[in-house]
């Protein structure tokens, strides 16, 4: 694990999740959905091609990168997480992320933390590939956003486990987890809590109101009125399309980026890389692809 400094000076934690280092190898940042952390995505880089390395960020407040408590939540912030990874990553390998700079994979708000990094410094990406992003279009009423329900179930959910087996056990019973290949709820668990003193069992790193209010400030206005200015190749997917969940505004995503391509797997919903991590692979290594076609 490396220790980065966010623009604020907040100090985040980067795992590298394998592969191989190489002069033009891809290099691929993870960029992860609300309440999980970098190396929830850990099944998805070990089905990528071995050339590709891969390195999973911890958003403020997720996984490894603690905050101090009370801090207001600003999902500009997270984009800031992003911009600091990829500059990190682009710094000490010396711009090694392939011709053209990194691949970011962002899932949901790592998908919108990265969108927003590649406005600030988009030659540090050569491509992003979005799974569901959290961006509302701006014609949409207030009452018409995703994910409503989500903060009360944030807050509801049960944090300390006698250890990390039972904690597999009880999500493994229960949705959305139940659906998740093995390898990505042994991943969720095992590097989303920690030893907890107080009751000898393990809590969540991710604090339940620290991601309640993430979900409450998500599709914010100025997500959206950035999106023409993103001028690099990105990749927008969308599971089955659900009225008023991300799936549903993914294609209108796409469409106002400059260089966007939308792509449906209607097999997936929205958890589709803890689902589907293989399926999630083919589609980052077929959009490298399409970059350089032979």
Known sequence: MSSIQSADGQRLALHELGGTAGDGHPVVLFAHATGFHGRAYLPVAAALPPRFRSFGIDLRGH??????????????????DALAAAAHLADVRGGSGGSGGLVGFGHSLGGTALLLAAHDAPQLFRLLVLFEPIVIPANRPPGERPQSALPAGSRRRRPIFPSLD??????????????????????????????DSATGGVVLKCDREHEA?????????????????????????????????PSWFATTIAARLPDGRYVELPELDHFGPMTHPRRVAELIAESVAALDPA
């Open 63 to 80: 996984g490894d990168s603690v905050i101090e408590p009370g801090w207001y939540v600003d999902w500009a912030r997270y984009g800031d």
């Open 213 to 245: 209010r993430t979900f409450e400030q998500g599709g914010q206005r100025e997500h959206w009125e950035v999106l023409p200015a993103i001028d690099i190749p990105v990749v927008v997917v969308a599971g089955v399309v659900e009225e008023l969940q």
């Open 166 to 195: 039972a904690a597999i056990e009880n999500f493994a019973a229960k949705p959305p987890m139940q659906s998740f290949a093995a390898d990505a709820l042994d991943a969720y668990v095992r590097y989303g809590f920690r030893a």
